[in-house]
């Protein structure tokens, strides 16, 4: 899952994708709350488990408006780019919905069901290369209008449009669909084409994918957000970023970019077909621009007034062993947990030619000191992998322990002299002041550049960025290597900006391309994807894996339902409530 997208987290940093720990809020935690559990692969739901309505939290009631401070807006909200766990628990949560989705409660765990199908999908010929799905009945826009099978499949193929350059016309969202449909790039999308993409079929409420090669995981594709319905006479293109047509409990009822958003309820939406979201609070109101460590100060007052006010950023890593200290005293409005997110200094590799050199960055960088500064154990912990222990097939490595020596000796003696990019945040500047007397240490001299957190992503995604090394984090988008190397590495993920190493490997790009279309299954080859990590580590050292998330947060006293989302890894916008509308 993306960036994370991404909000700012305790180190200030703002977190990617794509799930770990997932737990209602009691205010009491056990002695192994950090721990990042491998999750299973047996999650696909049934027809039943994918009927509404979604199970009720405990004293859950109607009514009232939740307030939520964030210091950027979110990234996207037109489900073709929406790939950021903000912008995905806003948009897939709360205004749209998927063909496919996560259910999470005591009832199932957690299951892929069907959102809008009847059942998280046919293959109807068992050798996963034609899948099926029928939509529910009943299912409405926030003007009334029906929800049909040919507007997810025109969704679809929008998420695929290309300009008149061929480019990519939404290239910040989840690229599988589009790979999978057509690898070679041919279609052109719905505007100066076809009205279907290519392998897509609709017949009624049924609408049918075929792949040319086995798509096993297509089940847990048609939870992404590229999924849901956009009828073709609301889609206004780039407006629909700000404004997108509501399929979900909630629509915009105002929207100024990073400013403000209002949400109140879809009238229209029936929870009787909704295994997911339960929607208690009349209203949501988002507010952009407050300081990472002001959120935290005003979560951790609960001021008069403020006792409805919850964000989706971490505890602040300056705030947060006094509040963990104390979590006792916040019992009711306290959520801990691990997160299923990994993080990574990513290397230019367009810039940093030179394997030597990216060697070097990796055996000269100090876990110790970055989970330090970025906040202590609650906030991160220390990693050496490309892909998190919470993914079937985890392999452990440290291909480059810390040794400054041997970095030293890669680089032959010699000054390097390295461009750091870094969120301007000031703990993003603590942070990145104190990567550079590390470095430093090996002979590695860093200037810091500072970078506007609301276009962050778009500008380590751009491959003539004049940057050396940036963070970037990344979740699985479900539990596979295929939703971690494929898009962080594979050279077809540039364009659609989630190779931010800018890697072009054929013979990992084959691999890769081999493994996601065994017709094996996804279980059966989990082992291998956790084998090409170490891989592509020693051979190409993309990234610095940096450390695994661990997330706390804090809401207002007047709210209830905190619960840990395994699928987006972030407090679940799904089941809160406001105690005392």
Known sequence: MKRQARFVAAGGVALAMLVTGCAENTGETDGNSQSHEQRSMDIIGTAEESQG??????????????????????????????????????????????????????????????????????????????WEWTLKEGLKYEDGSEITADHIGYAVSRSMAQDEDGNLMYPEGAQFLRQW????????????????????????????????????????????????PIPPEEDTK????????????????????????????????DPETD?????????????????PEDITTRLEANADGDENLMSFANTHADQLSAIVGAKEDYEGRYLEGPRKYTQYL??????????????????????????????????????????????PGYVDYDVYPYDVEKAKELLGGETVKIRYAHQDTSKNGEIA?????????????????????????????????????????????????STVFPPLFHSSSIAGETNYPFLEEPELDAKMDELMTS???????????????????????????????????????????????????LIDATKLFVREP
């Open 238 to 269: 780039d407006k629909f970023d700000v404004h997108p047509f509501s399929s979900g409990p909630y629509k915009i009822e105002k929207r100024v970019v990073s400013e403000e958003t209002i949400l109140v309820r879809n009238e229209h939406w």
């Open 181 to 228: 449909i057509d690898p070679a790039g041919d279609y052109v999308g719905p505007y100066d084409g076809d009205p279907l993409a290519p392998g897509i079929e609709v017949d009624g409420n049924k609408i049918t994918f075929t792949f040319d090669q086995p798509r096993c995981e297509a089940p847990f594709a048609m939870a992404m957000p590229t999924t849901a």
């Open 53 to 130: 309505p979604a199970t009720p939290m405990p004293d859950g009631v109607s009514g009232g408006t939740i307030e939520v401070i964030q210091n950027a807006d979110m990234a996207h909200l037109d489900p073709a780019r929406n790939y950021v766990s903000t912008s995905m628990m806003v948009g897939n949560g709360l205004i749209y919905r998927s063909l496919n989705g996560y259910r999470e409660d005591d009832t199932v765990g957690r299951k892929v069901v069907g959102d809008l199908a009847t059942d998280p999908g046919t293959d109807v010929n068992g050798d996963c290369t034609v």
């Open 433 to 481: 002041a104190a990567m550079a007397d590390e470095f430093a240490k090996a002979g590695i001299e860093i200037e810091a550049v500072p970078i506007d957190p609301m276009d962050w992503y778009g500008q380590i995604a751009d491959p003539d960025n004049d940057f050396d090394i940036y963070w970037n984090g990344w979740g699985e988008d479900w539990p596979s290597g």
């Open 519 to 569: 017709p094996d299954g996804f279980e059966a080859i989990a082992e291998e994807w956790g084998k090409l990590g170490q891989e592509i580590m020693e051979k190409y050292a993309p990234s610095i894996p940096t450390d695994l998330s661990f997330g706390v947060w804090l809401t207002g006293s007047n709210i209830g339902g905190q619960y840990l989302q395994e699928n987006i890894s």
């Open 275 to 291: 295994p997911i979201r339960l929607a208690y609070p009349d209203s949501w109101v988002m507010t952009y621009g407050t300081q």
């Open 346 to 391: 990513s290397i230019n590799t367009n810039r940093v030619t030179e394997l030597e050199v990216r060697q070097a960055l990796n055996h000269a960088f100090n876990r110790e000191r970055w989970i330090q500064v970025n906040g202590g154990e609650y906030s991160a912990l220390p990693n050496t992998t490309l892909m998190g222990p919470t993914v």
